[in-house]
């Protein structure tokens, strides 16, 4: 475990920042001074979880963010302060219902069946002006921008920036380009033990946005932030190992180079795809990005059913390459923690019960979905996916009672607070009715 006093007194570092991650995936801190951060390590630092989207009352005693002191990274952008990952405790037990540790608990379930999952994320964003209303460059408005090599270069000094940052912490990053939205930008990094990729996806977004930021500009991973542009996607490569982690259980030798338990993990997605959205495509606003028309470039990317194909981009999960599965649902707003623990879940599921995942579809879902009989539709806004995941006795326990319960309490809220606002559009329609 590494010392943060000494990890301060190595590095010149002056402050940290004792982070933790919400229900709602907003990340909450406290500025650590380096003298106070010996003490600090073995207490915790102290929040009122009501203050954040947590689901407790101002009448809960103090709650302690254990920090989890290998995740410390010291800032490459402002290198006298460190950021490290941490764990909410309250009256000497684990918070259940905080993010981190629903995925903690999940973690440790799939190490009693000897199974551990690796997975690398694609989280997708738009670099826009300072004030969230239009894309950063006014240049970049070609009809299919994805790859855009001038429109790429035209955002070299944030994208270099952020890129070799990653280089400097290790990540392993080995691609940058221009996504398929224009404004919209992709970084891959390699993959690695799920919790670990969670921790960097929380970091990257953190990154990401001060990094735009110290450039006088701003990121968004917004799902949808431009109802014309394809949204902000945030597609898991993932597999299972032994636990050793040397041995890729989902490789196999069938056409497409799986193993029969990588199809059980698969009919564990597609038995609680439906109810999953709750947790991967969590706002209001994700339900604009699946289930979308066409945008400019002609495609959405993102898909509309619960369905499965082989290296074909219109289905739920795609599968690219032996060996590994692509869940290509999520976008910008899933909480890093949930997104991998919710995958986590679903697919144990699958394995303990070997579900089929039935047949792959070689169809492409935008122009011949309506073939694909039988496929369930993904929800249609975020209450119809609360209540899938409200029905789903399973993934409600897996991901913990006490986790679910705050969860479809807070959306829930959320989206009763969304439907009091009257829109322009209701009045334009419905003002002469
Ligand atoms: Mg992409």
């Known amino acids: 475990m590494t010392d943060l006093a000494k990890f301060a007194a190595d590095k010149g570092v002056k402050f940290f920042l ?54 410390v990274i010291q800032l490459p952008w402002k290198p006298e302060i460190a950021w490290v990952a941490g764990d909410p405790w309250m009256d000497g037990e684990p918070v259940a219902q905080a993010p981190r540790n629903v995925l903690q608990s999940l973690v440790t379930r799939a190490a009693s069946a000897s199974l551990v999952m690796k997975s690398g994320v694609e989280p997708e964003f738009h670099l826009i002006n300072a004030d969230g209303t239009e894309i950063s460059d006014e240049r970049d408005i070609q009809e299919k921008p994805c790859y855009d090599q001038s429109a790429l ?103 497409m180079g799986l193993s029969d338990t990588a199809y059980h993990f698969l009919g564990g997605l597609m038995t609680h795809g439906a109810a999953m959205c709750a947790i991967t495509n969590p706002t209001v606003n994700s339900y604009k990005r699946i289930n979308a028309p066409a945008t400019l470039s002609g495609a959405t990317w993102s898909p509309s059913s619960v369905t499965y194909g082989g290296n074909n981009r219109t289905h739920m999960v795609r599968i690219p390459d032996g060996g590994r599965l692509e869940f290509r649902l999520a976008d910008g707003a899933a909480n890093p923690y949930l997104l991998q623990a919710v995958l986590l879940a679903a697919g144990l599921d699958g394995i303990q019960r070997k579900l089929d995942p039935g047949k792959r579809l070689d169809i492409d879902m935008y122009t011949e979905g309506h073939k694909a009989r039988g496929a369930k539709k993904l929800p249609l806004n975020m209450l119809d996916a609360i209540r899938e995941f409200q029905k789903d006795k399973y993934l409600k326990t897996a991901m913990g009672d006490a986790f679910s319960a705050a969860y479809i309490k807070l959306r829930t809220r959320e989206w009763n607070q969304f439907t009091k606002h009257l829109t322009q559009w209701e009045r334009d329609q419905t003002l002469d009715c």
């Open 153 to 255: 270069l035209r955002r070299y000094d944030v994208i270099s920036e952020i890129c070799s940052t990653m280089i400097e912490l290790g990540w392993g990053p080995y691609q940058n380009d221009h996504e398929d939205a224009n404004g919209q930008f992709e970084i891959n990094w390699d993959f690695g033990d799920c919790l670990e990729t969670a921790d960097r996806h929380a970091f990257f977004k953190f990154m990401v946005k001060a990094i735009a930021e110290k450039h006088g500009l701003r990121a968004t991973f917004m799902p949808k932030p431009f109802s014309h542009l394809t949204g902000n996607g945030c597609h898991v490569h993932h597999s299972i190992w032994t636990p050793d982690g040397k041995t890729c259980v989902f490789d196999g030798d069938d056409e």
């Open 18 to 71: 004792f982070n933790f991650t919400d229900l709602f995936g907003v990340q909450r801190a406290k500025l650590v001074p380096a003298q106070a951060v010996g003490g600090m390590q073995n207490s915790g630092a102290g929040f009122a979880g009501f203050a954040s989207w947590l689901d407790m009352t101002p009448a809960h005693p103090d709650m302690f963010v254990m920090p989890d002191a290998n995740t």
